[in-house]
């Protein structure tokens, strides 16, 4: 079984092998440093990082600083990948929430597009995406061409499983290519641990995927996990949210229950409580503590 799954991991990386070979001249075509790496520091893009140098096509590699980032990533990628390229935003997470008046959130992740989704334009993208283990993934075909999908569903980012291996982004001028969007997460750390490749020190203290810090794609219990990890960047998100609310008010937008930051993040965090409906003719008891304690 062990030799199978080795055999199979092994036609895979020569499938990314060949398939960037096969794409290099259009990558040249569209910029004479060839294909542009959107590279995190995560798994995913170590493996198509390493690949891209087993290949020996022509590419760079950019990484997109957040400015809520994990500091063990950051510093993992300037001590082990010198050559990767630090892009810095155009603003911070911290005044993009007040220039925007509103927390980012899964509806609204408008953080992706402005501190992660600026580069590559007019490259051939080489990105980690992978699909989830799923039936539908076995009706897809080898190389398939993005058709119609509207332009601004396309995040370097994205796991959907509705991805190609390569795609054409026109609202931002790219091509996109997918070399291991089939690959399992067991797939990745084999080709990582067969090839004694670095990784971040994070993925040993029980992280599973490695982002900004507080994502609201994340579940509740990484996001409480993470803030516990990281407790000034809950006060620098509580600091943010009471000038967001500032903001609002002088723009003239109601409060409802954002009444300062701590509300917000408790909003962002875990959403409205929920309220229970009082049943008619139910007979509602509310008493006073103090007058109550002191008639027993």
């Known amino acids: 079984m062990e030799q199978l799954y080795l055999f199979e991991i092994e036609k895979k990386m020569k499938d990314a092998v ?12 569209m910029n ?13 893009s170590l493996v198509i990082y ?41 603003i911070t997470m911290w005044n993009l929430i007040i220039k925007k008046q509103l927390p980012p959130y899964r509806n ?4 992706c597009s402005v501190l992660k989704e600026t580069g590559g ?15 539908k993934r076995e009706s897809r075909g080898a190389v398939e061409v993005l058709g119609k999908r509207k332009p601004d569903l396309i995040l370097n980012n994205d796991n959907e499983e509705s991805r190609r291996i390569i795609e054409n982004c026109q609202l931002k001028g790219k091509r996109i290519i997918n070399p291991i969007i089939s690959w399992t997460e067991n797939e990745v750390w084999l080709f990582i641990y067969s090839l004694k490749i670095s990784y971040c020190e994070l993925y040993d203290c029980g992280f599973r995927r490695l982002g900004c810090i507080g994502c609201p794609l994340a579940s509740v219990k990484n996001r409480e996990w993470e803030f516990k990890r990281y407790p ?23 409060d409802g229950n954002w009444r300062n930051g701590e509300a917000v993040f408790n909003w962002w965090m875990y959403g409205n409580p929920k309220r229970e409906k009082q049943v008619e003719g139910q007979m509602e008891l509310d008493y006073d503590v103090e007058a109550f304690d002191e008639a027993v």
Request: hydrophobic share 40%; aromatic share 12%; proline share 6%.
């Open 50 to 90: 390493h690949l891209a140098k087993m290949a020996g096509v022509r590419f760079e590699a950019h990484y997109h600083l957040t400015t809520v980032d994990p500091p063990e990533l950051v510093h993992f990628i300037r001590r082990i990948y010198p050559d990767v390229i630090i892009d810095y935003p155009p």
């Open 121 to 135: 334009e007019g490259r051939f993208v080489i990105t980690g995406v992978r699909w989830q283990e799923s039936r």
């Open 18 to 29: 060949e398939l960037l070979n096969m794409c290099e001249p259009a990558a040249l075509a």
């Open 108 to 111: 609204a992740r408008y953080c």
């Open 232 to 254: 000034k960047y809950r006060e620098a998100y509580i600091r943010t949210f009471d000038r967001m609310v500032e903001a609002r008010r002088a723009a003239g937008k109601t």
């Open 32 to 44: 004479p440093a060839g294909f542009y790496l959107a590279f995190s520091g995560g798994k995913d």
